[in-house]
T-cell receptor, first 112, second 111 residues
């Protein structure tokens, strides 16, 4: 068990809808990262937060947004969902900016 | 941005065999990690190794930063080693990309 908790495990929704994925980092970790894993694109970095502030942005669509709350948990919001957004979404956490990353078990999103 | 290439893409072994997985990267790095994604999709951190050599049981890893490659060694492989092994790097140049993942090596260990 990595100590990173992601909910829900599975999510099935329709095109055009909006969903929220939630992540609780390991105790003591200040950095939270979001990654998307799809068959054709592999593991893609979306966004990173450190102690509540956005630190780095990757290939995150404008329809997607995230935030990290004062208790350090994070949420990834996906809106106007398209079929191509179906993927496994991972949250990871680390103590600092450059330190071992620990992943949650992921949320499998299916858009129908 | 930094490029990561892993080889081989696929590897099939008999239980007990040894293997070496390679990760080449295109620029100087200050962060390199190896991960194992098991058949259930879980991503497990194996090593944080921007340089030097580390060992953990039957697994060891070496990163030669000056030559821009890292190797993951698996000895006496077991069926539970099956899955996909990813190398991920972050370049010294920083920028918007955090850990960039390679496409992985899919390992199948047969009994």
């Amino acid at each position: 068990d990595s100590g990173v908790t992601q909910t829900p495990k599975h999510l099935i929704t329709a095109t055009g809808q909006r969903v929220t994925l939630r992540c609780s980092p390991r105790s003591g970790d200040l950095s939270v990262y979001w990654y998307q894993q799809s068959l054709d694109q592999g593991l893609q970095f979306l966004i990173q937060y450190y102690n509540g502030e956005e630190r780095a942005k990757g290939n995150i669509l404008e329809r997607f947004s995230a935030q990290q709350f004062p208790d350090l948990h994070s949420e990834l919001n996906l809106s106007s969902l398209e079929l191509g957004d179906s993927a496994l979404y991972f949250c990871a956490s680390s103590v600092g900016q450059i330190s071992p990353l620990h992943f949650g078990n992921g949320t499998r999103l299916t858009v129908t | 941005g930094i490029q990561v290439e892993q080889s081989p893409p696929d590897l099939i072994l008999q239980e007990g065999a040894n293997s070496t997985l390679r990760c080449n990267f295109s620029d100087s790095v200050n962060n390199l990690q190896w991960f194992h994604q098991n058949p259930w999709g879980q991503l497990i951190n194996l090593f944080y190794i921007p340089s030097g050599t580390k060992q953990n049981g039957r697994l060891s890893a070496t990163t030669v930063a000056t030559e821009r490659y890292s190797l993951l060694y698996i000895s006496s492989s077991q069926t539970t080693d099956s899955g996909v092994y990813f190398c991920a790097v972050e370049g010294r140049q920083g920028g918007s990309e955090k850990l960039v993942f390679g496409k992985g090596t899919k390992l199948t260990v047969n009994p």
